[in-house]
C-alpha cells in the first residue's frame, strides 16, 4: 500500500480515514527539505468521495484559498475538521448540521464570511467550536444551548449581532465563552453566572448594554472580561471569599458609584481594571487594592484614594 505523507487509511477497510497536513509544523520531513510549511491551492471537492473520513486537518497552511466544499457534511463519520490559520473565503456550509458525529470545528483565522449557520446547534456531539477571526455575521440562534457537550466556544473578531442567548446557560460543560470583538447587544444573561464549569467570559469590545449581572461575582468565572461596552449602573457589591478572578476587566463602561467595599472579601483579584468608567469615591484599603496600579483607576469622574490622590 502506498505511503502518503499525512494521509492514513483505516486497516479494516483499507479506505482513507484521517487527512493530517498541518503547515509550520516541527516534521522532520520538512527538516531536511529545508522548507517550512508553506502550501498553496484549494480544497478540491474530490475529497468528498472519501466516504470513509474521520478527520480533515488542513491547517496552519496560510496560503490555502477558496471555499469549504459543501459536500464535507455528506461525510457520515466525519468527527474533525481542522481547519485553522489558512485564506478561506465563502460560508461554512449551511447544512454543517449534519455531521452528526462532529466533535471539533475549528476554522479560525481565515477569511470566511456569510450568516452563522442555523443548522450549527444539531452538532450534539460537538465539543470544540473555533470560528475566531472570520467576517461571519447574523445572530446566535437562540438554541445555542442545544449544543450539550460544547466545552469552547470561541467565536471573537466576527460581525456578529443581536443578543447572548441565554440558552448558552444550558450548556453544562462549557469553560470558554470569548464572544468577544463583535457587535452584540443586550443585556447579558444572569444565568451564565449559575454555570458550574464556566471560567472564561470575555464579552469585550460589543455593544452590550444593562447592568453586571450580580450572579457573575460570586461564581466559577475567573477571567472576567467586559471592557468596551455599554454597560452602566453600579458594581454589584457581592463579592465574597467564592469570588477568585485572575483577570476582572469593566473598563471602559459606563459604570458609576463608587467601587463596592465587599471587593475586599474576594479570594483573589489579580488583574482589575475599572477605568474610563464613571466610579466615584474612595478605593477601599488592603488587598486587592495595595497591589494595583493607578491606571487601574484613572479616568473616573471622582475617585480618590491609594493608588490615586488622597480624598480631601
Not at 81 to 100: A, F, M, Q
Not at 160 to 169: A, N
Not at 225 to 250: C, H, Q, T, W
Not at 254 to 270: E, N
Amino acid at each position: 500500500m502506498a505511503r502518503w505523507y499525512g494521509v492514513s487509511c483505516d486497516p479494516i477497510t483499507h479506505k482513507v480515514a484521517d487527512i493530517n497536513l498541518r503547515g509550520e509544523s516541527e516534521d522532520p520531513l520538512f527538516e531536511k527539505a529545508h522548507r517550512t510549511g508553506y502550501m498553496t491551492g484549494t480544497i478540491s471537492p474530490a475529497i468528498c468521495n472519501l466516504e470513509r473520513l474521520s478527520s480533515l486537518t488542513i491547517a496552519d497552511w496560510q496560503g490555502i484559498t477558496g471555499p469549504i466544499p459543501s459536500c464535507v457534511t455528506s461525510l457520515p463519520f466525519l468527527r474533525i475538521i481542522d481547519l485553522v490559520g489558512n485564506k478561506l473565503t465563502g460560508p461554512i456550509p449551511s447544512d454543517i448540521g449534519r455531521l452528526s458525529r462532529l466533535t471539533v470545528l475549528n476554522v479560525a483565522e481565515n477569511r470566511l464570511s456569510g450568516w452563522f449557520p442555523r443548522s450549527l446547534t444539531n452538532l450534539s456531539s460537538l465539543m470544540h467550536l473555533d470560528l475566531r477571526n472570520n467576517s461571519i455575521y447574523g445572530t446566535l440562534p437562540t438554541n445555542f444551548g442545544k449544543l450539550r457537550m460544547l466545552s469552547r466556544a470561541l467565536l471573537s473578531r466576527n460581525r456578529l449581532t443581536g443578543r447572548i442567548p441565554y440558552s448558552i446557560s444550558y450548556i453544562y460543560r462549557l469553560s470558554d465563552l470569548d464572544l468577544s470583538l463583535n457587535k452584540l447587544s443586550g443585556s447579558i444573561p444572569p444565568s451564565l453566572g449559575n454555570m458550574h464549569v464556566l471560567a472564561t467570559l470575555n464579552l469585550d469590545g460589543n455593544n452590550i448594554s444593562g447592568t453586571i449581572p450580580p450572579s457573575l461575582i460570586n461564581s466559577r468565572i475567573n477571567i472576567l472580561n467586559l471592557s468596551k461596552n455599554a454597560i452602566e449602573g453600579y458594581i454589584p457589591d457581592s463579592f465574597n471569599e467564592r469570588s477568585y478572578f485572575m483577570v476582572m476587566d469593566l473598563s471602559h463602561n459606563k459604570l458609576k458609584g463608587r467601587i463596592p467595599k465587599s471587593m475586599s472579601s474576594a479570594t483573589f483579584i489579580g488583574h482589575l481594571d475599572v477605568s474610563h468608567n464613571h466610579l466615584c469615591g474612595q478605593i477601599p484599603a488592603g488587598s486587592p487594592f495595595d497591589h494595583l496600579e493607578a491606571s487601574s483607576f484613572t479616568y473616573n469622574d471622582c475617585l480618590c484614594g491609594k493608588p490615586l490622590k488622597p480624598c480631601h
